[in-house]
């Protein structure tokens, strides 16, 4: 073998060995891990979290078994607002109701009862009132402050008793001090329905506590 062919052999078992290295050197060292886009995970997360967090507040009257103004997730229908005031009442006409209705924040959701539990309501109401009259007599003149109408505890029907309140203002009462406890009697006038003037007027027959 001349020296033209030593050297052919040579590089050829200096090529071998180089591609054998690579390979060795492949198998052996791990593959590097692709980097996340942490930015746009974080980005994505965040935005979730948003949405999660975003809450509306809804307030839901008539035939319902807890009126008052709740707090529920963004994209709420109706029925999700029928469910957080604790279902229909029994009188409810829920065929007046969109359950399927998307709410959003102040939306009002309000469920017409029958007109026979409207006449049994004036009906109570007419005895509360006559028994009220009954009681004022007793109290001379609702002066004793403690037999007073407490509005922070008073039942619907204790509140349409009052001079002045009628069933939508007692149940907006009621969802007021849900929200907070009135603390003097001129938080009354938060109430919708309820000015300086009836305000004056139920003064004597109302208390806080």
Known sequence: MDNKQKKIVFLGVLLLGCVAT????????????????????????????????????????GSVREPGIYTLPAGARAKDALEAAGGLGPDAKADRVNLAKKLKDGSHVYVPATKSSGNNIKKNKEKTV??????????????????????????????????????ATANRIIALRRVRRLQRIEDLLQVRGIGQAKLERLRPYVRVE
């Open 22 to 61: 690579s390979w060795l050197q492949q198998g052996i060292e791990p593959k590097q891990a692709v980097p996340r886009p942490i930015v746009a995970k974080e980005a994505t997360e965040g935005m979730g979290k948003e949405r999660r967090e975003k809450t509306i507040q809804v307030y839901v009257s």
């Open 130 to 167: 006559e028994s009220s009259k009954n009681t004022q007599e007793e109290w001379g003149n609702f002066g004793n402050e403690r037999s007073r109408v407490n509005v922070n505890t008073a039942t619907q029907a204790e509140l349409i008793a009052l001079p002045g309140i009628g069933e």
